[in-house]
């Protein structure tokens, strides 16, 4: 099959200003639960996309592991790719694609780093194994094979196998505080439905956008 034949009507149904709440926070929560109750693989996936200092973009899919008024939550290393990026330029953007729903929600915003304190009580919340992971990965460095990633692994298992393993000074999370959020919903003929959300000061204006 050619890939300009691949093709499908969007019908789910249509999205109206008066659907949406004024929070776009607890609008984007409603259409996340939703996702959450369809039992799709992996609803809190999102990319996150960043830029580096030569104005090359990059993408990533990550979970989003906490989302309140304050923004989006998601950790990683600290030395990693993404977090570098971010050092250099914290404008994110962020990407839900929730297909069988014929929805996404496209967010921008300004990345933080969380405290040790935030960061102390999502480590602990993890299994173990992977804490583990997370010092035995020096993410986005170059391995000569998957046996060294392996081999540290199985060591730090060892090392800690009667105790608690510590936070690494090198893994943490963002948040990302939103200034835009779009959500889409597709609609027939290609007519999809778009409103966007643009922070005001303390308020959020929406405008709809033509497809």
């Not at 580096?52 to 030395?79: A, C, M, S």
């Not at 971010?86 to 967010?107: A, D, M, T, Y």
């Not at 990345?111 to 804490?131: C, G, H, V, W």
Request: proline residues 5%; without cysteine.
């Amino acid at each position: 099959m050619e890939l300009e034949d691949i093709r499908r009507e969007y019908i789910k149904g249509g999205l109206r200003r008066k659907d949406l709440l004024a929070d776009p926070i607890k609008q984007f929560d409603i259409w996340l639960q939703q996702a959450i109750a369809a039992k799709f693989t992996d609803p809190t996936a999102m990319t996150v996309a960043t830029v580096d200092e030569h104005g090359q973009p990059f993408q990533r899919i990550v979970l989003l592991k906490h989302l309140d008024d304050n923004g989006f939550v998601f950790y990683t290393n600290l030395g990693s790719r993404k977090a570098q990026q971010i050092g250099h330029n914290n404008k994110v953007s962020l990407h839900f694609p929730w297909h069988p729903l014929e929805r996404q929600v496209h967010v921008t915003g300004v990345a933080e780093k969380l405290s040790m304190a935030e960061n102390i009580k999502y480590f602990a919340s993890r299994p173990k194994d992977s804490q583990i992971a997370a010092i035995a990965s020096k993410q986005s460095s170059r391995i000569s094979a998957r046996g060294v990633l392996e081999g540290k692994f199985l060591e730090l298992k060892q090392k800690f196998a009667n105790g608690e393993v510590p936070v690494p000074s090198f893994w943490g999370g963002f948040r990302v505080k939103p200034q835009s959020i779009e959500f889409w919903q597709g609609g027939e003929h290609r007519l999809h439905d778009r409103f966007l959300f643009s922070k005001h000061e303390q308020s959020w204006d929406i405008d709809r956008l033509a497809p």
